[in-house]
C-alpha cells in the first residue's frame, strides 16, 4: 500500500477546519451563557443580597466551623 501525502493533508486541512468550527461554536454558546449570567433579575439580585446581609449580621453569635 503507497503512502498518499497529498491526501493525509487533505484530511488533516478538514480534520483541523472542523475543530476549529467546534471551538468557535463553543465559544459562542460559553459567551451567550456568560452574558445570561450577568443580567440577574433585582428579585435575584435583592434575595442574595438579603442572604449576605444576614449572614454578616449572624457572625457573631455563632461560633466558627473551622478546625482550631
Same mark, same amino acid.
Given at each position: 500500500?503507497? *503512502?498518499?501525502? *497529498?491526501?493525509? /493533508? !487533505?484530511?488533516?486541512? /478538514? $480534520?483541523?477546519?472542523?475543530?476549529?468550527?467546534?471551538?468557535? $461554536?463553543?465559544? !459562542?454558546?460559553?459567551?451567550?451563557?456568560?452574558?445570561?449570567?450577568? $443580567?440577574?433579575?433585582? $428579585? !435575584?439580585?435583592? #434575595?442574595? #443580597?438579603?442572604?449576605? &446581609? #444576614?449572614? &454578616?449580621?449572624?457572625? #457573631?453569635? *455563632? +461560633?466558627?466551623?473551622?478546625? +482550631?
Amino acid at each position: 500500500m503507497e *503512502y498518499n501525502e *497529498y491526501a493525509t /493533508q !487533505v484530511l488533516i486541512k /478538514q $480534520r483541523h477546519a472542523e475543530l476549529m468550527a467546534s471551538a468557535h $461554536r463553543e465559544a !459562542v454558546a460559553r459567551a451567550a451563557r456568560s452574558e445570561r449570567a450577568r $443580567r440577574r433579575s433585582l $428579585r !435575584v439580585a435583592l #434575595g442574595t #443580597g438579603l442572604i449576605r &446581609w #444576614g449572614a &454578616w449580621l449572624l457572625r #457573631g453569635r *455563632y +461560633p466558627s466551623t473551622s478546625l +482550631p
